[in-house]
C-alpha cells in the first residue's frame, strides 16, 4: 500500500505530537519529583529546628 502525501503529513505531525507529549510528561515528572524532594527536606529541617535540646 502506497501513501499519499496528506497520509505521510498526517503520520509526520503524529509522530511529532507523541514525541512532544513523551518529552512534556518527562519534565514534568521530573520537575515534580525534584520539588518534591526539596519540599521533604525543608519539612524535615523544620522538623529538626523544633526539637528540644538545640
Known amino acids: 500500500m502506497r501513501l ?3 497520509h505521510k503529513l498526517l503520520l509526520a505531525l ?3 505530537n507523541i514525541v ?3 518529552i512534556m510528561a518527562t519534565a ?3 520537575n515534580f519529583q ?3 524532594l526539596n519540599y521533604l527536606r ?3 529541617l ?3 529546628d523544633g526539637m528540644p535540646g538545640r
Open 4 to 6: 499519499g502525501f496528506t
Open 14 to 16: 503524529l509522530a511529532a
Open 20 to 22: 512532544l507529549i513523551t
Open 28 to 30: 514534568s515528572q521530573w
Open 34 to 36: 525534584r520539588g518534591f
Open 42 to 44: 525543608q519539612v524535615e
Open 46 to 48: 523544620q522538623e529538626l
